[in-house]
């Protein structure tokens, strides 16, 4: 148990629609990162939060945006989904300050997207 | 660009030792990790090296080179729970993580 919690597990949705994947970080912790992994593939970095704040973004289209919340608990939205959007959608948190991501990342047990 | 390069496949024999190895390119360099991935389930940390050497953790080890790009994950006495795929992935300047593909590591009997 990693203290990350994400949901929904698993869901279905349909090319065109939008989706909102949520993610709660472990106590203290105030960077979350967002990473989409498809079968057999490394995750790829989408975008990071820090203090409420983006600070990092991979190589994603816009139509790929997310939120941090007060308690850094997070929200990762994705618009127009298209096809190639199925994949595992993971949260990770980690407690640094000055500078994030350069410790361990605990991740989430990740969110399941299907698109039809 | 940016790449991490690691073995797709991997096969050892429960009770044997084998090495994972990475080599990564990233515009900077601020650390590597080594992360295990078992199927359907979210990563788990494993180890973290920034300095040139080798940092032992139980049945599990990393090894990195900065001047050559170069790391790897030792596993010994080899179990089969060990069976995963296992990550390496490099924090580049800008403190993003750029992951390998993975190698899936199979254990036999």
């Known amino acids: 148990e990693t203290g990350v919690t994400q949901s929904p597990t698993h869901l279905i949705k349909t090319r065109g629609q939008q989706v909102t994947l949520r993610c709660s970080s472990q106590?203290?912790?105030?960077?979350v990162s967002w990473y989409q992994q498809a079968l057999g593939q490394g995750p790829q970095f989408i975008f990071q939060?820090?203090?409420?704040?983006?600070?990092g973004r991979g190589n994603f289209p816009p139509r790929f945006s997310g939120l941090q919340f007060p308690n850094y608990s997070s929200e990762l939205n994705v618009n127009a989904l298209e096809l190639d959007d199925s994949a595992l959608y993971l949260c990770?948190?980690?407690?640094?300050?000055?500078?994030?991501?350069?410790?361990?990342?605990?991740f989430g047990e990740g969110s399941r997207l299907t698109v039809l | 660009g940016q790449n991490i390069d690691q073995p797709t496949e991997m096969t050892a024999t429960e009770g044997a030792i084998v090495q994972i190895n990475c080599t990564y390119q990233?515009?900077?360099?601020?650390?590597l990790f080594w992360y295990q991935q078992h199927a359907g389930e979210a990563p788990t940390f494993l180890s973290y090296?920034?300095l040139d050497g080798l940092e032992e953790k139980g049945r599990f080890s990393s090894f990195l080179s900065r001047s050559k790009g170069y790391s790897y994950l030792l596993l010994k006495e080899l179990q089969m729970k060990d069976s995963a795929s296992y990550l390496c992935?490099?924090?580049?300047?800008?403190?993003?993580?750029?992951w390998g593909a993975g190698t899936k590591l199979i254990i036999k009997p």
């Open positions: 992935a490099a924090l580049d300047s800008n403190y993003q993580l750029i």
């Open positions: 939060y820090y203090r409420e704040e983006e600070n």
């Open positions: 090296n920034v």
């Open positions: 990233t515009s900077g360099f601020n650390g």
């Open positions: 106590s203290g912790h105030n960077t």
């Open positions: 990770a948190s980690s407690a640094d300050t000055d500078s994030p991501n350069t410790g361990e990342l605990f």
